[in-house]
C-alpha cells in the first residue's frame, strides 16, 4: 500500500480509457487543478493516442464545485481530475488522484494527542488510507473516529477546504487532520471547537493547531469593513459555488448591499466595480486565503452577519458549504 512519502499514483488510464469507451465518449475534455497542471500534456497525449478527440481546459480550477463546463461544451464527456464529486453528472467523470505515504509517520503525531480517543479526517488524496491510518493508531492505543461527512463529502473522513462536516461527525474533543497545508486543519478547528492536531504525512512535521490567529486576522478585516459606503454581495456563476439564496439574505441585511454575479472573483474586478467592500459568497476560501490580492476588505457572510449585528461574536463561524 505504502509507496513512501511523496509518491504520487499515477492516473490510471487504461481505466478511464475503459470507462470513456462505456459511455460512447469520442471527444474528451480534460480538467487539471494547479496541482495537476503538468500532467495534462501526458494524459491528453495518451487519450488520443488511445483514439480520442481530446481538449484541455486552460482555466484555473479550483474544485470539484469549479467544472469546466464551457470546455464540456466541446467535448461528449469532462474528466475532472484530483477531486471526489460534489455534484453527479452523466457527462462528467471524477478522477480523485491517490497521494500514498507510509502510515508509520504518524508516530510524528502521537506526542501531541492527549486523548485515548480522535476523531480523524484528510483530504481525498489521502482518504484511501484512512483505514490504515486507523489500524496504526489502534496499535497505539488511540481509538480513531472516522465517518463520512455530508453529501459534499461522502468519502470516510474527508474534508473539504468548504466543508468540515466529517470532523464535525466524529463527536470527538481532539481530532487529528492528516494533510498538507494549515487551512484545513484551521478549518476543523473553528467549526468544531475541537483541538486539532495537524501532520503533514509527506514532511512528517505534527503541531497543534491555534486557529485564533486567523481570527485575529480576520478581525482586523472586518474593522476596516465597518465603516465601508457599499458592499457588493458577491454570487458565483459556477454551478458548483451558486449560492444566491444566501447572498439575496445577505443583502437584505444593509440597504448599502446589492448583488454583484461573478465567474471569477478577482481583484480587477472589484476596482472595475468599485465597491468599498465585498461580502463572497463563492469558494469560501478566496476571502480567507486571498485578501492579501484584494484591493478592499472581503468579508464572509457568518463575518458579514457579525457586522450587521445578526450574529455575536462569540459565535464566529468558518464559511462553510453544506448540503441541505
Known amino acids: 500500500m505504502s509507496q513512501g512519502a511523496g509518491c504520487t499514483s499515477l492516473i490510471p488510464i487504461s481505466d478511464l480509457v475503459r470507462r470513456l469507451r462505456e459511455r460512447g465518449a469520442e471527444r474528451v475534455a480534460l480538467q487539471f487543478p ?16 488511445a483514439g480520442f478527440d481530446v481538449i484541455v481546459s486552460g482555466d484555473p480550477c479550483y474544485g470539484a464545485c469549479d467544472l469546466a463546463l464551457d470546455a464540456l461544451v466541446h467535448a461528449d464527456v469532462l474528466v475532472h481530475f484530483g477531486h471526489a464529486p460534489v455534484e453527479e453528472r452523466p457527462d462528467v467523470i471524477y478522477e480523485p488522484v491517490r497521494i500514498d505515504f507510509d502510515v508509520t509517520v504518524l508516530s510524528r503525531a502521537l506526542p501531541l494527542l492527549e486523548s485515548r480517543r480522535v476523531g480523524l479526517v484528510t483530504t481525498v488524496q489521502h482518504v484511501h488510507l484512512v483505514d490504515a491510518m486507523a489500524a496504526y493508531l489502534g496499535e497505539h492505543e488511540i481509538e480513531a473516529v472516522a465517518v ?23 463527536g470527538a474533543d481532539e481530532i487529528l487532520f492528516v494533510g498538507t497545508g494549515v487551512f484545513h486543519p484551521t478549518g476543523v478547528q473553528l467549526a468544531t471547537r475541537a483541538r486539532v492536531v495537524a501532520l503533514d504525512p509527506l514532511t512528517g512535521e ?37 449560492r444566491m439564496d444566501i447572498a439575496r439574505r445577505l443583502v437584505a441585511l ?32 478566496l476571502a480567507y486565503d486571498d485578501q492579501i490580492r484584494f484591493p478592499v476588505p472581503v468579508l464572509a457572510p457568518p463575518e458579514f452577519e457579525i457586522l450587521c449585528g445578526v450574529r455575536a461574536w462569540d459565535d464566529y463561524a468558518i464559511d462553510e458549504y453544506l448540503s441541505p
Not at 219 to 242: E, H, L, N, P, R
Not at 259 to 283: H, I, K, Q
Request: hydrophobic share 45%; proline share 5%; aromatic share 4%.
Open 254 to 285: 444593509s440597504d448599502r448591499a446589492f448583488l454583484v454575479a461573478m465567474r471569477e472573483v478577482s481583484p480587477a474586478g472589484m476596482l472595475d466595480l468599485g465597491f468599498a467592500c465585498y461580502v463572497n459568497t463563492a469558494c469560501p476560501r
Open 206 to 242: 505534527a503541531r497543534s493547531v491555534d486557529a485564533s490567529r486567523l481570527v485575529r486576522r480576520r478581525a482586523a478585516v472586518m474593522a476596516k469593513a465597518a465603516d465601508a459606503t457599499s458592499f457588493g454581495i458577491i454570487v458565483s456563476t459556477k454551478s458548483g459555488q451558486q
Open 148 to 170: 463520512p461527512g455530508d453529501g459534499r463529502t461522502p468519502l470516510r473522513g474527508q474534508v473539504l477546504g468548504c466543508n468540515f462536516a466529517a470532523a464535525r461527525a466524529t
Open 34 to 49: 494547479a496541482g495537476l497542471a503538468r500532467r495534462a500534456p501526458g494524459v491528453a497525449a495518451a487519450l488520443r493516442d
